[in-house]
């Protein structure tokens, strides 16, 4: 099987601009979540998908918003970036969230610099 | 709050044995994971503990307390190779919370 797949890798944009980012998950797994990673901040939950809704949101402002399409691939978006938004963003998929076996299979990641 | 909290760095020899801690600062949680995360890579699933006790998988093992709110990694046999972040993580309120990371330095 595939791993999780996130397009682009790299990206560079300027204050005020918008991104898109892109997630393919492991074929077959509904549930898709996104975490942006800074230095010493570790891993901050963004939110996460399951057949196309939204389960949950983390605490990051509506300037970050995301889907799923029917075939489990998740899109996030960030709009009028920021300085303070250069990280790393990592997609996950896993099985039926919830689940006594709940295991995480991350995407490489995108890097995000804004200038 | 909401958090996990695990020391920031830890260092240990090469064919030693390591312990990475991580506590809850609140209840609620269900289960615990761990993550392993090398330089430029992305986090890879090491272990889950849904309920109390030791789970074990190859040199790594993983023990949670619900009733302390409190739960490890262990790394046996220490090799270079296992020079790396790792991450215990939670579910609560259907949000996955992650501790900061334990940086791990193996000494030869």
């Known amino acids: 099987k595939a791993g999780v797949t996130q397009t682009p890798r790299y990206l560079i944009k300027t204050r005020g601009q918008q991104v898109t980012l892109s997630c393919s998950p492991i074929?077959?797994?509904?549930?898709v979540s996104w975490y942006q990673q800074t230095p010493g901040q570790g891993l901050q939950f963004l939110f996460e998908?399951?057949?196309?809704?939204?389960?949950n949101k983390g605490n990051f402002p509506g300037r970050f918003s995301g889907r799923q399409f029917s075939n489990s691939r998740s899109e996030m978006n960030v709009s009028t970036l920021e300085l303070g938004d250069s990280a790393l963003y990592l997609c996950?998929?896993?099985?039926?969230?919830?689940?006594?076996?709940?295991?995480?299979?991350f995407g490489s990641g995108t890097q995000l610099s804004v200038l | 709050g909401q958090s996990l909290e695990q020391p920031s760095e830890v260092t240990a020899v090469e064919g030693a044995i390591v312990q990475i801690n991580c506590t809850y600062q609140?209840?609620?949680?269900?289960?615990l994971s761990w993550y392993q995360q090398h330089d430029g890579g992305a986090p890879t699933f090491l272990s889950y503990?849904?309920?109390?006790g030791l789970e074990e998988t190859g040199r790594f093992s993983s023990f949670l307390s619900r009733s302390d709110s409190y739960g490890y990694l262990l790394l046996q046999e220490l090799q270079m190779k296992d020079s790396a972040s790792y991450f215990c993580?939670?579910?609560?309120?259907?949000?996955?919370?992650f501790g900061k990371g334990t940086r791990l330095h193996i000494l030869p």
């Open positions: 996950a998929s896993s099985s039926p969230p919830g689940g006594l076996d709940e295991k995480l299979f």
């Open positions: 074929s077959g797994h509904r549930s």
């Open positions: 998908y399951f057949s196309e809704t939204q389960r």
């Open positions: 609140t209840s609620g949680f269900y289960g």
């Open positions: 503990n849904a309920l109390d």
């Open positions: 993580a939670a579910r609560r309120d259907d949000k996955i919370i």
